[in-house]
Each structure stands twice: as C-alpha cells, then as structure tokens.
C-alpha cells in the first residue's frame, strides 16, 4: 500500500502500524463489552495475527502511556474498560486523505489475477476496519470520476509464487524448472532468491543460478514448478537491489555499463521531456529542436526494443551495437513488409 496516505494528527504517527493495532484493540474491547464476550490478548492476537506478547504490550502502552482505563475481568477471561466514555486520540482525515484511500484500493485491482490480490486486501480491510465508524472509504463520486487502468499482465501459479516468496524471506535455495521463451522443455535450476521485482506485467526473480554460476532474472510466468529446498544461502556480496527497483533501464542486468544515447526528432521531442526515463538521463537539446537522450544502461535489448516503439524520427546514436542491431532489424522488418507486398501483387 505504498500510495495509501493517512495523516495522523497524534502523536502516535511515529508507529502508524502501532497506532492500527491500539485502533484494533479499541474496537474489540468496545465490541466485548457490548456482546458480553470479552476480547482477550489471545482472541486479538489470533484475528489481528500478531503474538500474544504484542497485544499485551499495546495494552499495558494504552493504560501507561494514553491512560486508558482498561481492567482485566478474570471471570469473564478478558479486557474492558471501566470508563466507558474513554476515547482514544482521534485519527484526523481529511477530504484528500479519504480520496488517497479510494485510489489506494482501485490500484490494488490492478492485482486481482495475482497470487498477492488477496494478502493485499486483507491488509487494505485491516486499514479499513480500524478507521472510525463515521469515516466512510466509498465516496459515490470517485467511482464515476476515478479510473486506474491496469496494464496487460501475466498470469502467476499461486503454489509457485508461494515457495518463491517463501525462499525469498528464508534465504532458503529453490529447486525449480524454468521454460525459456519459445523453448519446448523446461530446464531444471536451483536458484538462490534474492529478489523480486515487478515491471511491466510481469514479476521476476532476481537471483544466483547454481547452473549459471551468476546472477541470473527469471520470468516468474515461466516458472513451471518451485521446491523449497533445505539449503540456506547467503545473498552474494555486492548484490544490489537498487539496479532492479528503478535505477536503470528495464529489468534485465548485464555485466557491463554502456552509456546510450538516442536523439529524437522535433515531433518527438516534447513526450522525451515530459518523463524521466532514468534517474541518471541526461538531456541535450538541439537548434533544429530535436533532442539526445543519455543514459546508462547494463542490458541493450530492452532499450532497443524500446528505439523500435518509436517508429521513424528516432536513431540510436550510440553505443554503436545498438545502433547496428536496431538497423538490423529494421532491415529485416522492411523486408518483411517488402515480400508480403509481392505476394499481394502477385
């Protein structure tokens, strides 16, 4: 829920996940004493799945610390409050906050075919439980003016997406048969997961190849099966998961850095500038009013695919393979186009 923004006006915004759990702990107090089945630390704790200890702690935080009256009823076997007008500070929203919210969970649809849509929304209805009841989260109006289109995506195996993120927390090694693209068997690879990065669609695993001998990025779509394996790994010195969350160009890695550099004509020019296409970019514009585009990249084959997106008024300017694989394959693409108009005419 990195969009979801709630202001706090407390002084428990320096623990936003605390404050959740004390909202929590407020409603099912509350909640028992008006049922006659009083909440204890181990009912809450197994809704709310957190430990036991951490629900006592909250407690013994809210009777210290806000002096919240909370008494222990040993009969009845849980908590109550013996000032029953007892409040606890009040979590500020405003109009935008609750607009931050509405989009927070139209984005979160963007993951409905995914294995995460259902973690992701039990965390968002937690949120959304712990909110005051006059607070309302559904403004008729956002859902007539408010679209996130999600962009076309593959498809995960629930199990394999469960013993990669399992690996993934555990530093476990997982055994896994991998279909590359076009290929009719599945190879068989033990990969060490240390990281996953969605782009574009689709998630990949960012992880050391024990057949590879490297650091290699797979498709999760093309993971065919995953075994969690017994073996501990360490993540290998140097891995940095910054290459993969934004800092260059695409999700593949190569070994070396190569500065690109793409000029684009006039026509083009105004969408180059509108966008940041690397946090590194560098921008150069000409008299003509065309512009050149640099930056640094480790792979070139997302880059050129990306020249190619363009159509004409683009040329690859360096490095010099790129610029004689993006020829290359408008030649090809010409020719293409070329035979088919002889078959037409014939």
Not at 316 to 323: G, R
Request: charged share 25%.
């Amino acid at each position: 829920m990195s969009y979801l923004q709630i202001f706090l006006n407390t002084e428990m915004a320096k623990d936003k996940t605390q404050l959740l759990r004390l909202l929590f702990i407020d409603r099912k107090i509350r909640e028992g004493m008006r049922s006659g089945i009083k909440a204890n630390c181990t009912s809450m704790a197994a809704e709310y799945e957190v430990s036991a200890k951490s629900i006592l702690r909250d407690i013994d935080y809210l009777r210290s610390q806000r002096d919240a009256p909370i008494a222990y009823d040993a009969k009845a076997r849980g908590y109550y409050y013996t000032e029953e007008n007892y409040a606890l500070p009040a979590l500020s929203l405003n109009e935008s906050d609750l607009f931050a919210i509405c989009i927070a969970e139209k984005a979160l649809r963007m993951h409905e075919d995914t294995p995460i849509y259902r973690k992701l929304q039990k965390v968002f209805r937690k949120i959304e439980a712990s909110l005051p009841e006059k607070v309302s989260i559904h403004p008729a109006w956002v859902e007539s003016k408010l679209s996130v289109i999600p962009e076309q995506q593959t498809r995960l195996a629930p199990e394999v997406w469960e013993v990669v993120s399992a690996g993934l927390s555990k530093n476990q090694t997982v055994a896994i048969s991998y279909r590359k693209p076009g290929g009719r068997k599945s190879t068989a690879r033990r990969v060490d997961p240390c990281h996953l990065a969605r782009y574009q669609g689709e998630w990949y695993l960012v992880g050391y190849c024990h057949l590879r001998g490297g650091i290699v990025t797979f498709a999760m779509s093309r993971i065919e099966t995953a075994l969690l394996l017994e073996q501990r790994f360490a993540v290998p010195e140097g891995f940095d998961p910054a290459r993969y969350a934004g800092s260059q160009f695409g999700i593949f890695s190569g070994g070396r850095e190569v500065l690109v550099k793409i000029c684009f004509s006039r026509v083009h020019a105004p969408y180059v500038l509108e966008r940041e296409w690397h946090p590194r970019q560098t921008l150069a514009r000409k008299k003509d009013g065309s512009v050149v585009l640099g930056f640094p990249a480790h792979h070139l084959y997302e880059v050129k695919r990306w020249v190619l997106s363009w159509g004409s008024g683009v040329k690859a300017l360096a490095p010099k393979e790129l610029a004689d694989s993006v020829q290359k394959e408008l030649a090809a693409a010409l020719a293409d186009y070329g035979g088919a108009k002889k078959r037409v005419e014939s």
